[in-house]
């Protein structure tokens, strides 16, 4: 089992920034890849960010790609989540998930890639 509590969210105003965490216990957390996600009221989940064991790839979605930014710490058992140039839009809950394995291939934004999840952390962007 890894448990994983997400922290840093809150409000911001558009153009903004944020910094959110994922701490990790349990596990080794440098056995698995990590990925953010999000869910607006509404809306499925969907996919925000991954980053490989070593933080050798990641990956982003369309809609974030050179405004966020994904990174981890092993030594910490922490993943983070870079937010930039923040936009309404951007709104949601956002989640971290954990991935045993570290080849998703073209699976890295599908939600069953990941077995494990936090309960997420609310980012709420003004205009």
């Known amino acids: 089992q890894v448990q994983l509590v997400e922290s840093g969210g809150g409000l911001v105003q558009a153009g903004g920034s944020l910094l959110l965490s994922c701490a990790a216990s349990g596990r080794t957390f440098s056995n698995y890849a990590m990925g953010w996600f999000r869910q607006a009221p509404g809306r499925e989940r969907e996919f925000v960010a991954r980053?490989?064991?070593?933080?050798?790839?990641?990956y982003y979605a369309d809609s974030v790609e050179g405004r966020f930014t994904i990174s981890r710490d092993n030594a910490k058992n922490t993943v983070y989540l870079q937010m930039k140039s923040l936009i309404p839009e951007d709104t949601a809950v956002y989640s971290c998930?954990?991935?045993?394995?570290?080849?998703?291939?073209?699976?890295?934004?599908?939600?069953?890639?990941?077995?494990?999840w936090g309960q997420g952390t609310q980012v709420t962007v003004s205009s």
């Open positions: 998930a954990a991935d045993r394995g570290d080849s998703p291939g073209a699976n890295y934004a599908n939600t069953r890639e990941y077995e494990y």
């Open positions: 980053i490989s064991r070593r933080s050798t790839t990641t």
